[in-house]
């Protein structure tokens, strides 16, 4: 992680999942392995290996593993500053 980043590495058993939440900051999901399904705004979007969607900051969602799944999470922390 840096100031502006953190990069997560998320692995769910088929059933798992995330609850229902919303954050204050931009974030991008990058599905490795597996499908998952991202509840955006109360829709369902499937995500499978090799797919990526992004997250505006304050967006209600959630995770659900229908079958086992591996997502990296990267979320924007900061502005960047390039100097």
Do not use: C, N, W
Not at 27 to 43: F, T
Request: net charge neutral.
């Amino acid at each position: 992680s840096t100031p502006q980043y953190e990069l997560i590495l998320f692995a769910f058993d088929a059933g798992q999942g995330l609850k229902g939440h919303a954050v204050p900051f931009a974030a991008y999901i990058q599905v490795i392995e597996g499908e998952g399904v991202l509840m955006l705004d109360d829709k369902p979007v499937t995500i499978k290996a090799g797919e990526g969607l992004a997250l505006p900051a304050g967006a209600p969602h959630s995770v659900k593993a229908p079958s086992r799944f591996k997502m990296l999470l990267l979320k924007q922390l900061g502005k960047l500053s390039i100097e």
